[in-house]
Every structure is written in C-alpha cells, then in structure tokens.
C-alpha cells in the first residue's frame, strides 16, 4: 500500500545515520505558511509556491531548496543530509548547496552560500551567486528603490530644462557627477536613467553658457 505523506520519520524520531532523507510531498502554501523564511534561500515563501514541511523539525522549505541540498536546511536537524564540515567558498566563486558558506558583500558575515537575503543586515541580493563588496556597492538599484531613483532622475531633468533654476540645478547635477554623497548614486542608475540624468546635465550646463554668454554681453556692449 502507498505510504502515507510524511509518515517515513515520525517527529522527533532521529533519522538513522546515512539514511537518504524522509520523504515529504510538496503542496501549495497554506496560509500559515505564507511569509515564513525558507532556511535554505532565505526568501519568504510566497502564495502559490509549492513547499515542504520538515517531518522532524516542521519548518516549511521550498520544494526545489529542498531537492537541492538533499533534506532539510536546518543546522542540527537529523533530517538534514549528512556533511562532515561547512566549506567556507571565496567573494567571487559560486558552491552551492548546504555544506558551503559565502560573505555577505553588505556586512561580511558567513552565510549560506545560496542564500539571497543576509539573515544579519537583512541584505537582498539580485542573485545567489557570491558578490564581491565592490559589485554590492556598484549594483543596479531595483525594487522599489529603482522607483523612487526613477522619480529623481526625472525630477532632476525637468529642473535642468527649466532656464530659471539653472543656477541650482547645474551645481546639483555636477555633485551628483562626481560624488558619491548625492540623492542617487549615478553608477547604479539603469542605463535609460543614466543617459536621463546625463540629458539633464548637459541641458543645465547648456542653460549656463547661454547665461554666461549673454551676461558677458551686456557688460561688453
């Protein structure tokens, strides 16, 4: 007869040494479920996404976190897959899996090495591949902080076409150029908001000369 779901380790029970893991059936999130971190990814567990409960220790995972590392990604939980030691990988190369560590590129400290949110500074990374400090600090903004750079950087370009703020907005724009201590940092910007904010710099610094220019005339003449 089948074997009923989740009923090959009851809970509590220790798995036996070098077992293959208990067998779970993925479902749907229930709404108990629904917000709740995957101890693998690190990520909440949305509506919809298929998932698994740990038999032993009833944490919920996601179905493929599950499937990749091979049982449950709770350290000391007798469902997780046997490992001897936890591998600590470096910035720039991808281990995935349970048994490797990575730096999180935000505030350095040992994480899983597919994690995509930093369970200590609450970092959220577009990828799971290790980052350097160097590309975190360099990354394109998303989410809703690429919203709101959005409403900046068109701000920032109606400012500069307007002829009468030229006096404010060229000094703004030519911080933002060349500091890193403004409202947006340009390097992050996506490239259609890039060449905007440089659309903007050069429509102020346009604006100028031609004040510069007609200031220079009326003395002269």
């Known amino acids: 007869s089948p074997t009923p779901r989740n009923s090959a380790v009851r809970p509590g029970t220790p798995a036996p040494a070098g077992s293959p893991p ?39 995972y996601h179905h493929d976190c599950w499937k990749e590392i091979g049982g449950c990604g709770t350290y000391g939980c ?15 190369t991808f281990t995935p899996g349970w048994t490797a560590e990575k730096k999180c590129p935000a505030c350095q ?7 995509v949110i930093c369970k200590y500074c609450k970092a959220v990374f577009p990828t799971e591949r290790p980052m350097t400090a160097a590309e975190w600090a360099t990354r394109e903004y998303d989410g809703t902080d690429l919203v709101r750079m959005r409403n900046l950087v068109i701000a920032q370009f109606v400012a500069s076409a307007l002829g009468c703020l030229f006096i404010f907005s060229l000094p703004a724009n030519l911080i933002a150029m ?5 409202l947006f940092d340009v390097k992050r910007l996506p490239p259609p908001l890039r060449i905007l904010f440089y659309a903007g ?7 100028g000369a031609l004040a510069l220019f007609f200031g220079i005339y009326s003395v002269l003449f």
């Open 201 to 207: 710099v050069g429509v102020s610094a346009l604006w």
């Open 78 to 92: 007798k469902a997780a897959p046997a490992v001897t030691k936890t591998e600590p990988v470096a910035e720039d």
């Open 22 to 60: 208990p067998r779970v059936t993925p479902e749907p999130a229930r709404d108990e479920q629904i917000g709740k971190t995957c101890s693998t990814c690190g990520t909440g567990i949305s509506r919809g996404e298929l998932v698994v409960t740990c038999p032993l220790c009833s944490l919920p």
């Open 109 to 115: 400290s040992s994480i899983l090495a597919n994690a």
């Open 178 to 182: 060349f500091t890193e201590s403004w």
